[in-house]
């Protein structure tokens, strides 16, 4: 199994950047396809992105589309979740989740073995 942790979250205005990181340990990591969701309280978990295990193809949310990169390194064994432009309704714990089978993209969480344990993202307006 691969385990995933998260990082990077935290407090910033309405149109500032943050960047997320996961790092993740264990099995060879450019064996996964990777995932970015995220979730607000009161809300179900919501896909916000995803990578090809090479990182060849990328797929996003049309809420982030434009504002939001994916990037896996498989040296560094990261996936990272640039985002800028930030909205106060991107306000939402953000996890990173890994998947070794199937299709390349996946957008829901129940096509996903493992998971981080989360970072806060919160964005004031």
């Known amino acids: 199994q691969v385990q995933l942790v998260e990082s990077g979250g935290g407090l910033v205005q309405t149109g500032g950047s943050l960047r997320l990181s996961c790092a993740a340990s264990?099995?060879?990591?450019?064996?996964?396809?990777m995932g970015w969701f995220r979730q607000a309280p009161g809300n179900e978990r919501e896909f916000v992105a995803a990578?090809?295990?090479?990182?060849?193809?990328?797929f996003y949310a049309d809420s982030v589309k434009e504002r939001f990169t994916i990037s896996k390194d498989n040296v560094q064994n990261t996936v990272d979740l640039q985002m800028n432009s930030l909205k106060p309704e991107d306000t939402a714990v953000y996890y990173c989740?890994?998947?070794?089978?199937?299709?390349?993209?996946?957008?829901?969480?129940?096509?996903?073995?493992?998971w981080g344990q989360g970072t806060q993202v919160t964005v004031s307006s």
């Open positions: 264990g099995r060879t990591f450019s064996n996964y396809h």
């Open positions: 989740a890994a998947r070794r089978y199937g299709a390349s993209i996946r957008t829901t969480s129940t096509d996903y073995d493992y």
């Open positions: 990578i090809t295990r090479s990182g060849g193809i990328t």
